[in-house]
């Protein structure tokens, strides 16, 4: 019986009317709504679950976890707490100083810092080789950095993150792809994000997901500044020219 009502079930499936979707906006429009809405907001919190691929020496990828939360107040304050499977860090930033911990080891490393945020991502790259994770969300012009490497992009549909339709878009690079899922819903928001290294052995994928946005919050000041505990110890930080290959 089973038998002969599959096929009618199977045709009923595919006789349904389509489902009418919603325009979607151009990957400019989508990008740009959400980059400068992040820009205009002088402080936020968000949480981020985050998995990564890591290749093995015997040629095979594993999936590692981490979970990551960050307090930002425009020009100059931060805090970024990361927890994962390979390491626990919580980097500190005051407009004055900047301090990486690594409470499970005892262990920071601080060193004055520049005036705003801008300044401090682009020295502790250039100058300590530490990048932290979607850093170039807190940018002050978060568009210029998320799009500067793409050579094309496009829009690929209305698609689930937590079961909610989000805008889909790809950005295309030479050495990397991204793909972004914005709201579609005000404010624009982005709610996952996934790079694809294609010119890596195996192009691992970086995904992250975000979740309880604030634009709200309210950070005492305590809270991007590292105070030790007595038995932290201080050890200095290694420049970039000075770490091995």
């Given at each position: ?10 045709g009923a ?21 959400f ?19 890591e290749?093995?020496?015997?040629g ?12 930002l ?30 409470p ?85 928001l ?35 500044r ?20």
């Amino acid at each position: 019986m089973f038998r002969r009502l599959l096929p009618l079930l199977i045709g009923a499936v595919f006789a349904l009317p389509a489902v009418a979707q919603p325009e979607p906006r151009s990957t400019q429009q989508a990008i740009q709504e959400f980059c400068q809405f992040l820009a205009r907001q002088s402080a936020f919190t968000v949480e981020m679950d985050i998995t990564y691929d890591e290749r093995l020496e015997i040629g095979a990828k594993v999936q590692y976890s981490a979970y990551q939360r960050v307090a930002l107040q425009k020009p100059n304050r931060l805090r970024s707490e990361y927890v994962g499977d390979e390491r626990v860090t919580t980097f500190y930033y005051d407009g004055q100083t900047m301090t990486l911990q690594a409470p499970n080891q005892g262990y920071y490393l601080t060193k004055p810092a520049p005036a705003t945020l801008d300044q401090l991502l682009e020295q502790i790259e250039d100058k300590y080789g530490v990048t932290l994770p979607l850093s170039n969300l807190w940018l002050s012009d978060p568009c210029q950095a998320m799009t500067a490497f793409a050579q094309n992009s496009l829009y690929i549909g209305a698609d689930l993150v937590e079961r909610e339709p989000q805008d889909h878009i790809l950005l295309v690079g030479e050495d990397r792809d991204v793909q972004l899922w914005l709201t579609q819903a005000q404010p624009p928001l982005l709610k996952k994000v996934v790079i694809t290294y294609k010119q890596l052995p195996g192009a691992p994928q970086y995904t992250a997901v975000f979740s309880n946005w604030n634009f709200s919050p309210r950070s005492a000041p305590e809270t991007f500044r590292y105070t030790p505990v007595k038995d932290d110890i201080p050890v200095e930080f290694l420049p970039k020219e000075g770490l091995p290959d």
